[in-house]
């Protein structure tokens, strides 16, 4: 058996009985809160990084490969169909 299961009782009293849920439960204090703002600020820094060594191809504008004459763009003219009537 470890020896810090009994540590806060005398050996003849009883231990202290939690339930479940208050036994699963974590504590809250300086030592989470420091966590969670440096895990965060590290998120931020490598998202800002990813974004910045992507930058100039995200901001890049593709060439325009369309058409170079109106003889080429009258190909992808077409006209619209009369609309179909019941009988």
Same mark, same amino acid.
């Given at each position: 058996? #470890?020896?810090?299961?009994?540590?806060?009782?005398?050996?003849?009293? #009883?231990?202290? =009985?939690? @339930?479940?849920?208050?036994?699963?439960?974590? *504590?809250?204090?300086?030592?989470?809160?420091?966590? !969670?703002?440096?895990?965060?600020? !590290?998120?931020?820094?490598?998202?800002?990084?990813?974004?910045?060594? =992507?930058?100039?191809?995200?901001?890049?504008?593709?060439? @325009?490969?369309?058409?170079?004459? #109106?003889?080429?763009?009258? *190909?992808?003219?077409?006209?619209?169909?009369?609309?179909?009537?019941? #009988?």
């Amino acid at each position: 058996m #470890p020896a810090d299961i009994h540590h806060h009782t005398a050996p003849n009293e #009883p231990a202290t =009985r939690l @339930n479940a849920t208050r036994a699963r439960q974590g *504590r809250w204090g300086k030592h989470l809160f420091w966590i !969670l703002i440096v895990s965060t600020v !590290l998120a931020a820094i490598a998202l800002f990084g990813a974004w910045s060594y =992507r930058a100039d191809d995200l901001a890049a504008v593709e060439v @325009n490969n369309g058409v170079q004459t #109106p003889a080429e763009a009258q *190909r992808y003219d077409t006209r619209p169909s009369p609309a179909r009537q019941a #009988p």
